[in-house]
């Protein structure tokens, strides 16, 4: 496990992380594939599990830490006015969580300033968690740095891309492939779990990703944890995810995002995703 400075705030949050996610995704997996889901106005599911998991997440850091705020993906969904905000997204894959399917997560991310500094993301049907730390300013004195999987650093591949090597789409990005290009420069994946899209390519199990809708409790703890890794990410639209807006409604907006392992790849796939921003 990573050595952390001697300011207890960061121990702190990363053992209230650990101990939040792990036992939240303990009464999910009591749940998961036994839940029926509704469908919400972006076409995304929701379920029971969501609500109670939101509830259960937001409830424990307003009692951890009064002074902060929280954004979450079922509740709260305007950016407050506090120094420090909790960004949650209590399951992510709904819709494998709800078909049975073995991969989903809970996300928790921490900002300062409207900026992530600290991410983590449990996968509860894995045991996996995946952590990092990110560019904390000068006055948040002894903030770490450094991406973990199960407490080992992590980075990406500095592999050269090949047909043996996995680029993950989401369900909406799959127009990618309708190209008169040729055949795709890797193999195809398709992991239903924006994080562990991202995250995948952060820990070196990737060369790629794309998501063409991710909303900001999608990225924000992997903005942290895949910058931390050394991944690069690469915004599809004019629209930076960070800083967030005090007052702002997060609820509709999507952030098109490639993520590769290093930023010489980012024009060998960039061509294939232009019909994401059309």
């Avoid at 004019?238 to 980012?266: E, K, M, N």
Wanted: glycine residues 8%; aromatic residues 12%.
């Amino acid at each position: 496990m990573m050595e952390l400075s001697n300011d207890p705030l960061w121990k702190q949050v990363l053992e209230f992380a650990r101990v939040s996610t792990q036992e939240v995704g303990e009464e999910l997996l009591k749940q998961f594939g036994r839940v029926q889901g509704e469908e919400k106005a972006d076409g995304s599911l929701v379920t029971q599990s969501d609500r109670w998991a939101d509830r259960q997440l937001q409830n424990r850091i307003l009692a951890q830490f009064p002074d902060h705020g929280v954004l979450t993906e079922e509740a709260a969904k305007q950016f407050p006015d506090t120094p420090f905000c909790w960004i949650v997204d209590p399951i992510d894959g709904t819709t494998n969580f709800t078909r049975g399917v073995p991969l989903w997560g809970i996300s928790m991310a921490l900002l300062y300033q409207g900026t992530p500094v600290f991410g983590y993301v449990h996968f509860p049907p894995t045991r996996q968690s995946f952590y990092g730390f990110w560019n904390a300013p000068p006055e948040l004195n002894g903030h770490p740095v450094g991406a973990f999987l199960q407490d080992r650093g992590i980075t990406p591949t500095s592999d050269r891309p090949s047909g043996n090597h996995f680029f993950n789409l989401c369900a909406r990005s799959i127009s990618v492939l309708q190209s008169d290009r040729g055949p795709f420069p890797c193999k195809i994946r398709m992991l239903g779990v924006a994080t562990y899209n991202m995250l995948t390519v952060a820990a070196g199990i990737a060369i790629g990703g794309v998501e063409a809708t991710p909303k900001i409790w999608d990225i924000a703890a992997v903005w942290a944890i895949a910058h931390a890794a050394g991944a690069v990410w690469v915004p599809l639209t004019d629209s930076a995810p960070f800083p967030l807006i005090v007052g702002a409604d997060y609820h509709h907006c999507p952030y098109p995002t490639l993520i590769v392992s290093r930023s010489q790849w980012v024009e060998l796939f960039q061509p294939w995703l232009v019909t994401l921003t059309q």
